[in-house]
């Protein structure tokens, strides 16, 4: 497609969620990925117009977001040794598709379908609730890598200066699937459970039938079903032969789950134990943990696939499809559409109205909105902080108001 004018970004685009006021964007770390696998890292910009005079200038093969350091990552090598270090993070979580191929067997590897998605979309179920529910978190960005998983960042303030050792004490209150490959059982439950063992089974509940019986057939063969027998202890199944030669009479995996279940000996967590091995997110703790760790930016192309990072609406998870996310050839053309359509209609319109309504004519726009969305809910959630505080202040200086605060401030609450 012909060449897209590719003007200024406005003075007021949100680009990341930072707190105004802050230099977080001169502080931030950005790395690049260039041709022939050329890595580039602690660049950092002071606007984010300058950003963008580089990204069209080098033209990156990926781009990736660090932390915000004490110092400008791009001056790093001035800073004495030891001065320059990684003051805060949104906690990050990574779920690649990869790490799930000892249990799905429609894919391996980089390879992904409809029928193997349904665990990136447990993943966000059973992670988002806990994060929510279980930790206190409140603003968190779901976004689709572009090929084969899923990446979370969540930008709470008081989360982003947490420690390694807080991340990685989430990642561990998150993970129940332990053990390499050569690990056969990979999930082990015991009394008591923890009420976020039994709120994330209820999660894959929903979508074992469907993804696990229907989809991946994990009891469609003697050789599957041997894989799942496996995991369950010789004192809780003990009529293990039998059971084999049972399985053939029944029509599929649906029929053997049953009579799965009703062969086990007594009162116990083993089919917990199958659904959470084959369902569980699978959570890699180096990618949470290290405050300086970097991870893809979202809206950026994927340089394997050609599609765009896009954001997750949480309210039609279970819709989203990754192969219908635009690409980078797809914006081309829609843009190139859309700016055909535009030299009818200008009028005398200004530059920055004219890049807004070519944008919204492209597949992207949902996206935009939903990541706008996010930042619209943090801008809320900031400004209703700082009332807060006000208003406390406010109170030590004039008690005379009441416990409550003055009347207006909780007027402007509703508002905000």
């Known amino acids: 497609p012909a060449a897209f004018d590719a003007s200024p970004i ?51 093969y990926k781009i990736d977001i660090g932390a915000v350091y004490s110092h400008r990552p791009s001056q790093h090598n001035t800073v004495h040794l030891g001065a320059f270090q990684p003051m805060e993070k949104e906690l990050v979580f990574d779920i690649d598709m990869t790490d799930y191929d000892d249990v799905r067997t429609c894919c391996s590897s980089a390879e992904i379908c409809s029928k193997c998605w349904t665990l990136m979309t447990i993943a966000v179920r059973v992670i988002d609730r806990a994060l929510v529910e279980d930790l206190g978190m409140k603003h968190r960005l779901w976004v689709y890598s572009g090929r084969r998983g899923v990446h979370c960042w969540v930008c709470d303030d008081a989360v982003r200066k947490w420690s390694p050792a807080l991340r990685a004490a989430a990642v561990e209150y998150l993970t129940l699937v332990k053990g390499g490959a050569e690990t056969v059982k990979k999930v082990n439950l015991s009394e008591p459970i923890h009420p976020f063992i039994r709120r994330s089974v209820n999660v894959v509940e929903k979508y074992f039938e469907e ?42 995996s649906v029929q053997r789950w049953e009579l799965l279940k009703g062969k086990m000996d007594a009162p116990c967590y083993a089919d917990w134990e199958i659904m959470l091995q084959y369902c569980f997110p699978r959570l890699d703790i180096n990618v949470s943990k290290g405050v300086g760790h970097l991870l893809k930016s979202p809206f950026s192309v994927h340089p ?44 005398g319109e200004t530059e920055p109205k004219r890049r807004v309504r070519d944008y919204k004519r492209t597949s992207l726009a949902p996206y935009v909105r939903v990541f706008e969305q996010f930042l619209e809910e943090m801008e809320r959630a900031r400004r209703g902080e700082q009332l807060r505080r006000s208003g406390k202040r406010r109170e030590e200086k004039q008690p005379a108001w009441g416990p409550g605060g003055a009347p207006w401030l909780w007027g402007a609450a509703l508002f905000l």
């Open 10 to 60: 406005p003075e007021d685009a949100p680009v990341l969620p930072f707190p105004p006021g802050e230099n977080y964007f001169q502080l931030r770390e950005f790395s690049f990925t260039l041709r022939d696998d050329i890595y580039v890292r602690f660049q950092s910009f002071g606007s984010p117009q300058e950003l963008e005079r580089e990204l069209q200038k080098i033209n990156p």
């Open 211 to 252: 993804y696990a019986l229907v989809g991946q057939d994990i009891l469609g063969s003697p050789e599957r079903w041997d894989k799942v027998l496996a995991l369950i202890p010789e004192d809780i199944l003990s009529h293990r032969e039998p059971l084999q030669s049972d399985f053939p009479k029944k029509r599929d």
């Open 304 to 347: 394997k696939t050609g599609r765009i990072s896009v954001p997750l609406d949480l309210q039609r998870l279970d819709q989203f499809d990754p192969f219908a996310v635009p690409t980078i050839s797809s914006l081309c053309h829609e843009l190139d559409a859309a700016g055909d359509d535009g030299e009818q209609e200008d009028g």
